[in-house]
């Protein structure tokens, strides 16, 4: 699944800050390595520096969308890296997409690896140990049948579904990094190494483990988008009519549904596996019905429920060979309340 086949990181760069800052491109001044401004930079060759950036955000946020799985947090690492940029004398770099590359990377493996710490402070505080459901990634919305914002439509590229996100929130920041700077961008074993600073070999050992879960718990979805379609209208269909049995025949044996609620709705966290267990909330499948509308979630078909106006959940679903295999489902209203629905109806 290559997005991109011409990328090198080999570049040596050291990014270890936070992904938070948000930082527009100024092109009126540049910044040295002490944080102050440089009188004497040069404005022209500043604007040049940052119309070379433009050149490759496009792909840096597709890099950190599909490390961190947030938009936001996103934005945040590409913007950070146009900071680091403006600080730097970049004349001798002769790829500087890599270069750029390199420091989203590790902007990126940090923020995996904070998040990773405060999900384990997460889990020291609870008296049961259970862990929490996994976290629903942003999704990627877009109208079916509408034009696609140019830039949503990078991070849609090669039909990085929903369900793959949500597995890859599993893997251990190191393993992400390996597998997505491999596999979803075609980056040679020896140049990722130097970012996680492993050896070539362990870092195969990482995209290879990575690869194996993925397989496992993210079979790849039909290519035929009316296929999936369809499937998730007679889902609906079936659960309108209360036709359990229909509804199993559309659920594959093993179908997984996650469901993340947020801190506001904590409650509706959970992972359900079987086709029968899932098939038993058919009656909240049944009351949502009426309230659905048709969606494109990560590229493939999904809906938006919507009440008055307001979005209540998305829910994504994987269909491979003309039955479900998962739905994933996203009620946490803080991150919904971001969602604009103007362009999705």
């Known amino acids: 699944m290559s997005v991109s086949a011409d990328v090198s990181v080999s570049a040596d760069v050291s990014a270890d800050v936070d992904v938070s800052a948000d930082v527009d491109v100024d092109v009126e001044t540049n910044a040295t390595g002490d944080g102050h ?10 604007r040049l520096l940052a119309l070379r950036f433009e050149e490759h955000r496009s792909h840096l946020r597709a890099v950190a969308y599909r490390m961190l799985g947030s938009i936001g947090e996103a934005e ?25 590359t390199t420091v989203v990377a590790r902007l990126c493996l940090n923020g995996l690896r904070a998040r990773a710490t405060r999900r384990e402070d997460s889990l020291d505080d609870r ?20 034009v696609v914002d140019p830039e949503q439509e990078v991070l849609l590229a090669d039909s990085v579904g929903l369900a793959l996100l949500v597995v890859l929130e ?20 020896d140049e990722i190494a130097l970012v996680i600073d492993k050896t070539p070999a362990a870092t195969r050992q990482l995209a290879s483990r990575a690869r194996r879960r993925v397989q496992g718990q993210a079979p790849a979805p039909d290519p035929d988008l009316a296929r ?42 959970v992972v359900l596996t079987g086709a029968r267990i899932v098939g038993s909330q058919a009656a909240l499948y049944s009351a949502l019905a009426p309230f659905v509308r048709p969606v494109l979630v990560n590229g ?4 938006l429920c919507v009440v008055e106006d307001r979005l209540m959940s998305v829910m994504a679903f994987t269909v491979t060979g003309g039955r479900i295999t998962a739905i994933d489902v996203l009620t946490d209203p803080d991150r919904l309340d971001l969602v604009d629905l103007g362009p999705l109806t």
């Open 37 to 46: 401004a440089d009188a004497h930079a040069d404005p022209d060759a500043q």
């Open 76 to 100: 945040d690492a590409v913007q950070e890296a146009w900071l680091r940029l403006s600080r730097t004398d970049v004349a001798d770099v002769e790829n500087l997409g890599g270069w750029l």
């Open 127 to 146: 008296l049961d140990g259970v862990g929490p459901a996994p976290r629903m990634p942003d999704p990627v919305l877009a109208r079916e049948g509408g």
């Open 170 to 189: 599993s893997l251990a920041p190191a393993e992400r990094l390996a597998f997505v700077l491999h596999d979803m961008f075609s980056v040679p074993f």
């Open 228 to 269: 999936q379609r369809e499937a998730v209208s007679a889902f609906f269909a079936a659960t309108r009519d209360g036709d359990f049995e229909a509804l199993l025949s559309l659920l594959h044996p093993d179908v997984v549904l996650r469901s993340d609620g947020g801190v506001a709705r904590a409650g509706q966290s």
């Open 300 to 303: 493939a078909a999904g809906v």
